[in-house]
């Protein structure tokens, strides 16, 4: 069965493809720089280049395929967040959505499943709340981000079933946010973001993955779901257990008034945002996670 996957060089992308790959799934890569995805995933997929605009170029990429992953988006964190640079993000991930629904529709054979990226970010912050599916976006950058990422996906052809996911933090080694995180507690300075009491909703990368894999196989997955472990923890704590893991203290905060200073909007809602998220319709669904509380899955991480 023939899975496209668009965005296999990310973090997230690139366990993907080989975790599929390894259960030999038929896959396809579609990416701006194919050379590039080729050095860094193996030559085991067939490889086709796309600038993540031009929908029609799609159509002979998309043909006879049985699934499309859609992991593609501008970094968030690539730099600060002028007006220029948020459009970009925003364009960047709409625009490519809309290329790949347009090809769908198009395609005479239409693919079973479209798994699209989206972020929990679409919930806003709040200190108090714990958020399911069932809540509406928020208000801030990333909200307004998040939710016309999914309306994109508005005009797909209903023959075709959707899942939505809503990705929380995503810790693994070698990437994504626990790097970032990681590097002060190696030289012994590291410590808590902010307050610390900011809800911080992670997943291990793993059960990231797993979950992918578990849309594509059960027929009954539809609409957005939530990807983050069961128990989220406040961020002084995700500090606390990270030293711990890692044999490092964690006594040096990083102040909230430093953050906004050093990154501006991108530091108040990525790193000071509070969002305590329940994965209530990946539970509903039956999926079983390997790593529900944080302890055990840093110590996966870092082999300890």
Request: aromatic content about 10%; some cysteine; hydrophobic content about 40%.
């Given at each position: 069965m023939k899975i496209v996957i668009i965005g296999a060089t990310g973090f997230i992308g690139s366990r993907l493809f080989s975790f599929l790959d390894k259960e030999e799934y038929d896959l396809t890569v579609v990416s701006r720089d194919v050379e590039r995805a080729r050095e860094e995933l193996g030559d085991h997929a067939e490889f086709c280049e796309w600038d993540g605009e031009s929908g029609t170029s799609l159509d002979r990429i998309l043909k006879d395929t049985w699934a499309v992953i859609n992991l593609a988006g501008e970094s968030l964190a690539s730099g600060r967040w002028t007006?220029?640079?948020?459009?970009?993000?925003?364009?960047?991930?709409?625009?490519?959505?809309?290329?790949?629904?347009?090809?769908?529709?198009?395609?005479?054979?239409?693919?079973?499943?479209?798994?699209?990226?989206?972020?929990?970010?679409?919930?806003?912050?709040?200190?108090?709340?714990?958020?399911?599916?069932?809540?509406?976006?928020?208000?801030?950058?990333?909200?307004?981000?998040?939710?016309?990422?999914?309306?994109?996906?508005?005009?797909?052809?209903?023959?075709?079933?959707?899942?939505?996911?809503?990705?929380?933090?995503?810790?693994?080694?070698?990437?994504?946010?626990?790097?970032?995180?990681?590097?002060?507690?190696?030289?012994?300075?590291?410590?808590?973001?902010?307050?610390?009491?900011?809800?911080?909703?992670?997943?291990?990368?793993?059960?990231?993955?797993?979950?992918?894999?578990?849309?594509?196989?059960?027929?009954?997955?539809?609409?957005?779901?939530?990807?983050?472990?069961?128990?989220?923890?406040?961020?002084?704590?995700?500090?606390?257990?990270?030293?711990?893991?890692?044999?490092?203290?964690?006594?040096?905060?990083v102040p909230g008034f430093a953050i906004k200073a050093l990154m501006g909007q991108m530091g108040n809602e990525m790193l000071l945002a509070s969002q305590k998220v329940s994965p209530q319709r990946l539970d509903e669904a039956g999926f079983s996670f390997h790593f529900e509380e944080v302890r055990p899955a840093l110590t996966n991480i870092y082999n300890m």
């Amino acid at each position: 069965m023939k899975i496209v996957i668009i965005g296999a060089t990310g973090f997230i992308g690139s366990r993907l493809f080989s975790f599929l790959d390894k259960e030999e799934y038929d896959l396809t890569v579609v990416s701006r720089d194919v050379e590039r995805a080729r050095e860094e995933l193996g030559d085991h997929a067939e490889f086709c280049e796309w600038d993540g605009e031009s929908g029609t170029s799609l159509d002979r990429i998309l043909k006879d395929t049985w699934a499309v992953i859609n992991l593609a988006g501008e970094s968030l964190a690539s730099g600060r967040w002028t007006e220029k640079r948020k459009e970009q993000i925003l364009n960047s991930r709409t625009e490519t959505v809309q290329a790949v629904v347009d090809a769908i529709n198009r395609a005479e054979r239409k693919p079973e499943v479209y798994i699209q990226a989206s972020a929990i970010g679409y919930y806003g912050s709040d200190s108090k709340k714990t958020f399911t599916e069932n809540d509406a976006p928020g208000h801030n950058f990333l909200a307004q981000v998040s939710q016309k990422w999914e309306e994109a996906t508005a005009g797909l052809h209903p023959d075709v079933r959707l899942v939505l996911i809503r990705t929380g933090i995503v810790i693994g080694a070698d990437g994504g946010a626990l790097q970032q995180m990681a590097r002060p507690f190696k030289f012994g300075i590291g410590g808590y973001i902010g307050s610390g009491k900011q809800w911080f909703s992670w997943i291990h990368i793993d059960d990231e993955i797993r979950a992918i894999q578990f849309f594509l196989e059960n027929k009954d997955t539809q609409g957005a779901y939530n990807l983050v472990a069961p128990n989220p923890v406040r961020m002084k704590t995700f500090a606390r257990e990270l030293g711990k893991v890692m044999h490092r203290p964690s006594w040096f905060p990083v102040p909230g008034f430093a953050i906004k200073a050093l990154m501006g909007q991108m530091g108040n809602e990525m790193l000071l945002a509070s969002q305590k998220v329940s994965p209530q319709r990946l539970d509903e669904a039956g999926f079983s996670f390997h790593f529900e509380e944080v302890r055990p899955a840093l110590t996966n991480i870092y082999n300890m």
